[in-house]
């Protein structure tokens, strides 16, 4: 049996019919269309889920959908503001920090949470902030380079 | 020497980077078509087991289900690697080989339906006995896997040049050592997915995450017992492959099968539990090395011998073998060699290619060893390795032609950073003990094999001075797109923002071998300047025309043509495509490109024998460790690499390349294997299979060897897959270093140090 629910997504609202298992990173690929929103393992494991819930970094896959009505979620696609990218966003492009891309979502949304919590942080907050989004293909050298970029970038502002 | 392009060489952002950092990057999980139905697989429970009879009638009778397949419904087509002889089929037609093996698969409406399905499903198995133990399968009683294939050997090789007994009793030092590397994972965050659909003239059209799209293309076509015609294969974006998204999978072959059968679109994601149960996995191997020596270092003989544990099926071990053994050959001078291998069948995942491709394991061994015996010896591990670099011009005993070569100048540098790394290192403090280790490596770009081998290229320019530019190659992350697209720009006098890179469709890119051994930059590249050149012609007899000058004096920069020697008689590119096109009849500027290395020989994998690439790269890894005596537990506190990859193309894109391999690298010495018992997986997820995390990075030094090659696209070379054969040996020889011991097996676990410092003690 499905269930209506109401969901905060991007500051738009969707109203949506949903099975009370479905957990919030399929609603938001399968029912939303948010694609952006990566599902690497299904078991909050590899991080490429991460999206913003009320300013906290969550993993979209180990959250059911019909706990988050209420809540302001935002998503990847959430983050670039009337076609500017998000200062995470621009450091990734300019500093070399994307490479297959598939936890790049994930990647930005945990550290936009972070860098909201924490904007001056040091390089082994972000290590740590991080530990959490893993990522085969960079090293992440240039993943923590960037969000340090940005975060300097913010504080200029 | 390196050369001043305007392109060429910077540190310019990727072309996909923005889509991948908005989350519009569209992977083949995220695509969906009208109706589409949900696809899913049923796996074996067994290692080992004859396949009595499958029931689907319930499963079929399910509400939501559309379709259940099994072996029956295929013409039982045989997936074989490079080998003419298949042994796996994409659904299980007789046994079953492994936990994991596919046995049937579903579509349904939904997701839950066809797991649902799947429990509805009644398998009657007959269980074999299983050996999942490569050593033990070699055995004459051992349980066949393959009735091909008399002791399990699903392959073996045999190099031999010199006279290795011979060179052996000269020698005044040898020693024997073996060595043993564990299974472990490609580590890709994108699970395998795939999505097909067919029309009523009988075309399927299929997007899948494959690194190598045209593999799939073929094997479409083969397995579904249809021409060649009707398939079109169309590449996404990919999350990373690293070697493990090379082949066609079961997954690939189900959703175009029930695409068929059902007459709609079927998509099959498979969960990241089921890749790392049921997919690839890196050759674990058992290396027996001996290595003879002159007083003075110089390396007079190596003698190896080699069992790869395969798992169920071929795949694309023969290649895998061949590379281990061959690379024995590569980066020092030996003048007698023989390395014996065997790949053997075993009832666990099957092994295939992975970030290096045989290599890694196979120089770990022989760098550890140079090491041990340096030491023994009294010798300077970094002055052994000197002494017996390749250097430009020679030729290894397996006909490897060293062009360009930067290693001596790389083993050079190294020393100087070992030197101000020792300086600064703090002493061992009791319970911390600290070393720094060196590994070295050769690398090709772009290996010769058999069958299709070149690749393609074909430029488009626009009206508004914009240019398409369409390969046959795949970027599974590594960068190709964007270096591509700069080969593209500094040919034409655009910039690389005037370029757009169009993904594989195999209805109109050209075809392509796929991506494997480090060759897109190198071969496609070759073949994109081509296709540049081709089209600059065009444009120039267009520009001398309407500037009155030679076609040959026309230079294309900074988005204008000029005739050169006289800037003032110019026009802007955009405004020469026009008159191009719009002059008289008009002209449709389309310029054209193929290109694969001359005179390159197909290696016997047998007999190892062929110059397989056109230039090698190579390169020194130095590493710093930390190894603490109370926990166990080893960090690499830096590394440095030295590294020959000829010209970079794109500096920033190339160390990340290295920074993503150096740290695999750590993975792999350090912390990753899989556990199995019994063949059955123990650790299928990422919180039981530990892959490096940001907080296992390091700083990374890189320095680049004064290395130009000539046959290269603008100077390059591999870059960034050879480097994680070298990081292995370098690490395991910085423990050496740290902690007197010298670790023969990987992953280096903490348990292990203790029980060594133990030992020791």
Same mark, same amino acid.
Request: hydrophobic share 40%; charged share 25%.
């Given at each position: 049996m499905k269930t209506q629910i109401r969901l905060q997504v991007n500051g738009f609202e969707y109203d949506l019919l949903i099975k009370p298992h479905w957990t919030l990173v399929d609603v938001l690929r399968d029912e939303i269309g948010l694609t952006g929103t990566k599902k690497g393992c299904g078991k909050g494991e590899c991080g490429a889920c991460t999206v913003i819930m009320n300013g906290e970094a969550i993993l979209a896959c180990l959250v059911l959908a019909v706990r988050v009505q209420g809540k302001r979620i935002l998503t990847i696609e959430g983050l670039a503001r009337e076609g500017r990218l998000d200062s995470l966003q621009d450091a990734f492009v300019k500093y070399g920090?994307?490479?297959?891309?598939?936890?790049t979502p994930g990647m930005i949304m945990t550290s936009r949470a972070f860098l909201i919590n924490n904007p001056h942080p040091t390089e082994e907050e972000i290590k740590k902030a991080l530990s959490g989004n893993l990522c085969r293909c960079t090293g992440y050298v240039k993943i923590i380079e960037a969000v340090r970029k940005a975060s300097m970038a913010e504080v200029r502002k | 020497m390196k050369r001043d392009y305007v392109n060429i060489g910077k540190r310019l952002p990727r072309v996909d980077a923005v889509v991948k950092a908005t989350g519009e990057a569209k992977y083949a999980g995220d695509l969906s078509l009208p109706g589409m139905l949900h696809g899913k697989m049923l796996r074996s429970p067994y290692p080992h087991a004859r396949i009595r009879h499958i029931d689907t009638s319930q499963a079929k009778r399910l509400s939501g289900v559309r379709a259940v397949v099994t072996g029956k419904d295929t013409i039982g087509f045989k997936a074989g690697g490079i080998s003419a002889q298949g042994d796996e089929p994409y659904l299980a037609l007789d046994k079953v080989r492994f936990i994991g093996d596919a046995v049937a698969a579903v579509a349904a409406l939904d997701e839950q339906s066809a797991e649902e399905a799947l429990d509805l499903i009644r398998v009657e198995y007959e269980e074999l006995p299983a050996v999942v133990d490569p050593l033990s399968a070699m055995n004459e009683d051992a349980p066949l896997i393959h009735d091909h294939a008399p002791k399990n050997i699903s392959f073996k090789t045999d190099l031999s040049y010199g006279d290795v007994d011979q060179a052996l009793r000269g020698c005044d030092y040898a020693r024997e050592d073996r060595f043993e590397t564990t299974p472990i994972r490609h580590g890709f965050l994108e699970p395998h997915a795939a999505l097909a659909v067919w029309d009523h003239s009988g075309r399927v059209s299929f997007w899948g995450s494959?690194? #190598?799209p045209y593999f799939t293309y073929r094997n479409l076509a083969k397995a579904l017992n249809i021409p060649l015609s009707r398939v079109r294969v169309i590449q996404p974006y990919i999350g990373g492959g690293f070697g493990g998204k090379n082949e066609m999978f079961n997954v690939d072959f189900c959703a175009a099968l029930l695409a068929r059968k059902t007459g709609k679109p079927v998509r099959i994601v498979v969960s990241q539990e089921e890749v790392l149960f049921a997919y690839r996995q890196r050759h674990p191997t058992v290396i027996d090395l001996k290595t003879g020596f002159k007083k003075d270092g110089t390396i007079l003989a190596l003698e190896a011998h080699i069992i790869a544990d395969g798992g169920a099926y071929l795949s694309i071990g023969a290649l895998s073998l061949y590379l281990m053994c061959a690379f024995f050959c590569m980066p020092y001078r030996l003048p007698n060699m023989r390395a014996k291998g065997y790949r053997v069948y075993t009832n666990t995942q099957p092994s295939c290619a992975m970030r290096g491709h045989g290599v890694p394991q196979s120089r770990f061994a022989a760098e550890v060893q140079l090491d041990l015996a340096a030491k023994e010896m009294g010798l300077d591990p970094v002055d052994l390795r000197l002494k017996n670099a390749l250097k430009p011009g020679e030729e290894t005993p397996n006909g490897f032609k060293i062009t360009s070569c930067g290693l001596q100048e790389s083993i050079v540098a190294a020393k100087s950073i070992i030197a101000g790394w020792r300086k600064q290192q703090p002493k061992d403090d009791g319970r911390k003990k600290r070393g720094i280790g060196i590994g070295c490596y050769g690398y090709v770009s772009g290996p010769r094999m058999a069958g299709h081998n070149t690749a393609g290229a074909v430029i488009k320019v626009h009206e508004d001075g914009g240019i398409s530019l369409t390969t046959g190659s795949t970027d599974v992350g590594q960068g190709s797109d964007t270096v591509l697209s700069q080969i593209a720009a500094e040919v034409l006098g655009v910039r690389l923002e005037d370029i757009r890179y169009g993904m594989v469709d195999s209805d109109i890119t050209p075809l392509d071998p796929g991506t494997f051994g480090s060759r897109v930059t190198f071969v496609t590249g070759n073949a994109v300047r081509i296709a540049a050149e081709d089209a600059r012609g065009q444009l120039a007899e267009v520009a001398a025309n309407a500037l009155e000058a030679n076609p040959g004096d026309i230079m294309f920069k900074d988005r204008k043509v000029y005739v050169v020697g006289s800037p003032d008689r110019s026009m802007p590119f955009s405004k020469l495509v026009k008159i191009a096109q719009?002059? %008289?009849? !008009?002209k449709t500027i389309l310029g054209r490109g193929y290109w694969a290395p001359e005179g390159l020989e197909v290696p /016997?994998?047998?007999? !190892?024998? %062929? /110059?397989? #690439?056109?230039a090698y790269s190579f390169g020194t890894q130095v590493a710093e460790v930390e190894v603490d005596s109370e926990t166990g537990f080893t960090k690499v506190t830096r590394m440095a690499m030295v590294h020959d990859c000829g010209q970079p193309l794109n500096e920033m894109l190339m160390e990340g390349q290295l920074e993503g391999s150096a740290i695999g690298g750590v993975g792999h010495t350090l912390m990753e294997e899989i556990v199995r018992k019994e063949g059955q997986t123990m650790n299928p997820s990422f919180l039981d299979y530990r892959m490096p995390s940001t907080l296992d990075a390091c700083p990374l030094e890189i320095l680049h060897t004064d290395t130009y090659d000539e046959m290269g696209p603008f100077g390059a070379k591999e870059t960034g897959e050879g480097i994680q054969v070298a990081v292995v040996p370098a690490i395991v020889n910085g423990i050496h270093d740290a902690m007197g011991v010298a670790f023969k097996r990987i992953p280096i676990t903490p348990v292990m140090v203790l029980d060594a410092l133990k030992k020791k003690s």
């Amino acid at each position: 049996m499905k269930t209506q629910i109401r969901l905060q997504v991007n500051g738009f609202e969707y109203d949506l019919l949903i099975k009370p298992h479905w957990t919030l990173v399929d609603v938001l690929r399968d029912e939303i269309g948010l694609t952006g929103t990566k599902k690497g393992c299904g078991k909050g494991e590899c991080g490429a889920c991460t999206v913003i819930m009320n300013g906290e970094a969550i993993l979209a896959c180990l959250v059911l959908a019909v706990r988050v009505q209420g809540k302001r979620i935002l998503t990847i696609e959430g983050l670039a503001r009337e076609g500017r990218l998000d200062s995470l966003q621009d450091a990734f492009v300019k500093y070399g920090a994307i490479q297959c891309g598939f936890c790049t979502p994930g990647m930005i949304m945990t550290s936009r949470a972070f860098l909201i919590n924490n904007p001056h942080p040091t390089e082994e907050e972000i290590k740590k902030a991080l530990s959490g989004n893993l990522c085969r293909c960079t090293g992440y050298v240039k993943i923590i380079e960037a969000v340090r970029k940005a975060s300097m970038a913010e504080v200029r502002k | 020497m390196k050369r001043d392009y305007v392109n060429i060489g910077k540190r310019l952002p990727r072309v996909d980077a923005v889509v991948k950092a908005t989350g519009e990057a569209k992977y083949a999980g995220d695509l969906s078509l009208p109706g589409m139905l949900h696809g899913k697989m049923l796996r074996s429970p067994y290692p080992h087991a004859r396949i009595r009879h499958i029931d689907t009638s319930q499963a079929k009778r399910l509400s939501g289900v559309r379709a259940v397949v099994t072996g029956k419904d295929t013409i039982g087509f045989k997936a074989g690697g490079i080998s003419a002889q298949g042994d796996e089929p994409y659904l299980a037609l007789d046994k079953v080989r492994f936990i994991g093996d596919a046995v049937a698969a579903v579509a349904a409406l939904d997701e839950q339906s066809a797991e649902e399905a799947l429990d509805l499903i009644r398998v009657e198995y007959e269980e074999l006995p299983a050996v999942v133990d490569p050593l033990s399968a070699m055995n004459e009683d051992a349980p066949l896997i393959h009735d091909h294939a008399p002791k399990n050997i699903s392959f073996k090789t045999d190099l031999s040049y010199g006279d290795v007994d011979q060179a052996l009793r000269g020698c005044d030092y040898a020693r024997e050592d073996r060595f043993e590397t564990t299974p472990i994972r490609h580590g890709f965050l994108e699970p395998h997915a795939a999505l097909a659909v067919w029309d009523h003239s009988g075309r399927v059209s299929f997007w899948g995450s494959k690194q #190598s799209p045209y593999f799939t293309y073929r094997n479409l076509a083969k397995a579904l017992n249809i021409p060649l015609s009707r398939v079109r294969v169309i590449q996404p974006y990919i999350g990373g492959g690293f070697g493990g998204k090379n082949e066609m999978f079961n997954v690939d072959f189900c959703a175009a099968l029930l695409a068929r059968k059902t007459g709609k679109p079927v998509r099959i994601v498979v969960s990241q539990e089921e890749v790392l149960f049921a997919y690839r996995q890196r050759h674990p191997t058992v290396i027996d090395l001996k290595t003879g020596f002159k007083k003075d270092g110089t390396i007079l003989a190596l003698e190896a011998h080699i069992i790869a544990d395969g798992g169920a099926y071929l795949s694309i071990g023969a290649l895998s073998l061949y590379l281990m053994c061959a690379f024995f050959c590569m980066p020092y001078r030996l003048p007698n060699m023989r390395a014996k291998g065997y790949r053997v069948y075993t009832n666990t995942q099957p092994s295939c290619a992975m970030r290096g491709h045989g290599v890694p394991q196979s120089r770990f061994a022989a760098e550890v060893q140079l090491d041990l015996a340096a030491k023994e010896m009294g010798l300077d591990p970094v002055d052994l390795r000197l002494k017996n670099a390749l250097k430009p011009g020679e030729e290894t005993p397996n006909g490897f032609k060293i062009t360009s070569c930067g290693l001596q100048e790389s083993i050079v540098a190294a020393k100087s950073i070992i030197a101000g790394w020792r300086k600064q290192q703090p002493k061992d403090d009791g319970r911390k003990k600290r070393g720094i280790g060196i590994g070295c490596y050769g690398y090709v770009s772009g290996p010769r094999m058999a069958g299709h081998n070149t690749a393609g290229a074909v430029i488009k320019v626009h009206e508004d001075g914009g240019i398409s530019l369409t390969t046959g190659s795949t970027d599974v992350g590594q960068g190709s797109d964007t270096v591509l697209s700069q080969i593209a720009a500094e040919v034409l006098g655009v910039r690389l923002e005037d370029i757009r890179y169009g993904m594989v469709d195999s209805d109109i890119t050209p075809l392509d071998p796929g991506t494997f051994g480090s060759r897109v930059t190198f071969v496609t590249g070759n073949a994109v300047r081509i296709a540049a050149e081709d089209a600059r012609g065009q444009l120039a007899e267009v520009a001398a025309n309407a500037l009155e000058a030679n076609p040959g004096d026309i230079m294309f920069k900074d988005r204008k043509v000029y005739v050169v020697g006289s800037p003032d008689r110019s026009m802007p590119f955009s405004k020469l495509v026009k008159i191009a096109q719009y002059s %008289g009849t !008009g002209k449709t500027i389309l310029g054209r490109g193929y290109w694969a290395p001359e005179g390159l020989e197909v290696p /016997n994998f047998e007999t !190892g024998r %062929g /110059n397989m #690439s056109a230039a090698y790269s190579f390169g020194t890894q130095v590493a710093e460790v930390e190894v603490d005596s109370e926990t166990g537990f080893t960090k690499v506190t830096r590394m440095a690499m030295v590294h020959d990859c000829g010209q970079p193309l794109n500096e920033m894109l190339m160390e990340g390349q290295l920074e993503g391999s150096a740290i695999g690298g750590v993975g792999h010495t350090l912390m990753e294997e899989i556990v199995r018992k019994e063949g059955q997986t123990m650790n299928p997820s990422f919180l039981d299979y530990r892959m490096p995390s940001t907080l296992d990075a390091c700083p990374l030094e890189i320095l680049h060897t004064d290395t130009y090659d000539e046959m290269g696209p603008f100077g390059a070379k591999e870059t960034g897959e050879g480097i994680q054969v070298a990081v292995v040996p370098a690490i395991v020889n910085g423990i050496h270093d740290a902690m007197g011991v010298a670790f023969k097996r990987i992953p280096i676990t903490p348990v292990m140090v203790l029980d060594a410092l133990k030992k020791k003690s």
